[in-house]
């Protein structure tokens, strides 16, 4: 069964960096993206990236662009979301997921969704 793992959430300052990994087990062929979809408290769920599977193009939501980077290691099964630059309006719980909707921006698109780790951005 396919199962997806988040880890390097925390509690960082402004202006500081994180990286998110995301550990994949399993296989199904409804898993062309790998996107990264995070929750504010009180908020609805916001797409934030994706990657895909089969050549490893990336896109972006304008918030992000610039500060967060996509990059995956196929030897490890693991994707990984740098993230520079924090801001306080990054804080969420942040979920990778993944799905078969070539480049899905929709949190719809994605059929498999990990447990979530939590990033906090405060002086």
């Known amino acids: 069964q396919v199962q997806l793992v988040e880890s390097g959430g925390g509690l960082v300052q402004p202006g500081a960096s994180l990286r998110l990994s995301c550990t994949v087990s399993g296989f199904s062929l409804d898993m062309s993206t790998i996107g990264w979809i995070r929750q504010a408290p009180g908020k609805e769920r916001e797409w934030v990236s994706c990657?895909?599977?089969?050549?490893?193009?990336?896109d972006y939501t304008d918030s992000v662009k610039g500060r967060f980077t996509l990059s995956r290691d196929n030897a490890k099964n693991t994707h990984y979301l740098q993230m520079d630059s924090l801001k306080p309006e990054d804080t969420a719980v942040y979920y990778c997921?993944?799905?078969?909707?070539?480049?899905?921006?929709?949190?719809?698109?994605?059929?498999?969704w990990g447990q979530g780790t939590q990033v906090t951005v405060s002086s």
């Open positions: 990657i895909s599977s089969s050549d490893g193009g990336t």
């Open positions: 997921a993944a799905g078969a909707i070539f480049y899905g921006r929709r949190t719809a698109d994605y059929y498999y």
